[in-house]
């Protein structure tokens, strides 16, 4: 599985971006997806993850502000970011896992994307 990050940029406090992940494979429909990111100087942590069965979950410090998507035709998942802030400065990567019970955990994820620059600025 190979996924391909794309989507980010600059962008102003209180602004809106939307990541997209674009995966190979036939089995797209039964990953969890997951988006994560890391500042500098940062672990990397988890921001999204999105169950097959179309369950969500978020970070505490985006719940409400961002919506994890999937268009399972198009083998993408997509990271809705809206009211961003400064502290939303990060590299944002996509994350793939073939286990149905994939939590927040970055061991649960298989695969990983490249990574796509957002930076908030004040």
């Known amino acids: 599985v190979q996924l391909q990050a794309s989507g980010g940029g600059l962008v102003q406090a209180g602004g809106s971006l939307r990541l997209s992940c674009a995966a190979s494979g036939r089995t797209f429909s039964t990953y969890t997806m997951g988006w994560f990111r890391q500042a500098p100087g940062k672990e990397r942590d988890f921001v999204a993850l999105l169950w097959s069965g179309g369950a969500t979950y978020y970070a505490d410090s985006v719940k409400g502000r961002f919506t994890i998507s999937r268009d399972n035709a198009k083998n993408t998942v997509y990271l809705q970011m809206t009211s961003l802030k400064p502290e939303d400065t990060a590299v944002y990567y996509c994350?793939?896992?073939?286990?149905?019970?994939?939590?927040?955990?970055?061991?649960?994820?298989?695969?990983w994307g490249q990574g796509t620059q957002v930076t908030v600025s004040s």
């Open positions: 994350a793939a896992s073939t286990s149905p019970g994939a939590t927040i955990r970055r061991s649960d994820y298989n695969y």
